[in-house]
C-alpha cells in the first residue's frame, strides 16, 4: 500500500505551489516583471529559496518513492515529513536573511543522505536476500 506516499507527492505539489504564489507576490509587491530575476533584495531572496527548493524536490521525491517501496513506507514518511518541514523553514529563513537558509538546510540535507541510506538499504535487502 503507497497511499502514504502518495499523499506526500501531493503535498510536495503544493509546497511548490506555495513557493511559486511567493515569488509572484514579491514580483508585485516590488514590482518586477518577468522574465526578470533581479531587484529588490528581498526579492532575490524570495526567487532564490523558491530555485533552490524546486531543484533539490526531483531528487527528494525519488528518494522517498523508493525508500518507501523498498525499505519501510512509515520510516521514508517519517524522513519526507521531517525534510518538508525543514525545507518550509529554508524557505522562511531565507526570505529574512540569507543566514537564515543555513541551519535548515543542513538539515534537509541530513535528511537527503538517510533516504539516500534508506533506499539503497531497502534496494540491497530486496535484490540480495531471498
Sequence with gaps: NKMLLD???SCVV???AYFALQ???ARRKY??????TTGH????RIFRAQVNCSEYFPIFVSLLWVAGIFFHQGVAA???????????????????AAQGRL????????LL????GLAVAGLLAHFLLP
Design 31 to 36: 514590482q518586477i516583471s518577468p522574465p526578470e
Design 113 to 116: 543522505w538517510l533516504l539516500l
Design 78 to 96: 517519517a524522513c519526507g515529513l521531517l525534510y518538508l518541514y525543514t525545507r518550509f523553514k529554508y524557505f522562511q529563513g531565507y526570505t529574512v
Design 14 to 16: 503544493l509546497f511548490l
Design 7 to 9: 499523499c506526500y507527492r
Design 23 to 25: 515569488v509572484i507576490y
Design 41 to 44: 533584495p528581498e526579492f532575490e
Design 103 to 110: 541551519a535548515p538546510l543542513y538539515a534537509s540535507a541530513r
